[in-house]
């Protein structure tokens, strides 16, 4: 079961960034999750393949679920009595801008019980 204090930070995400050009290292408490060293791009020492439950997941896969997600917030939360999908997009943003769902982001999505 994943619990808020397995999520780094948002100060130990931006240590790390500053280190580093990736945050794997967060990932090592989510076991559902596997990093493989890719081979693409103009930085291939920073290319990575993300596996879920050992299969890989595409940009495509990614977006689908990312659509379906806030649908699905959408239909369960309606607007304007809830925050619905805007809920799940302020996440996802949150996420994106500091470089990984910290505890923070978790607590304002009121994910703490995940």
């Not at 060293?37 to 679920?65: C, S």
């Amino acid at each position: 079961m994943v619990s808020i204090h397995d999520f780094p930070t948002k100060k130990e995400v931006i240590k790390e960034r500053q280190k580093t050009r990736t945050i794997i290292k967060f990932l090592e408490n989510f076991p559902q999750f596997s990093i493989k060293k890719g081979r693409r791009g103009a930085n291939q020492e920073f290319d990575y393949i993300l596996k879920y439950h050992g299969k890989v997941v595409t940009m495509y896969e990614l977006a689908i679920m990312t659509a379906f997600m806030f649908w699905n917030e959408d239909a369960i939360f309606p607007r304007p009595k809830f925050k619905g999908g805007k809920l799940f997009h302020d996440l996802i943003l949150s996420s994106l801008d500091i470089g990984f769902p910290t505890q923070e982001v978790i607590k304002k999505a009121k994910l703490t019980k995940a």
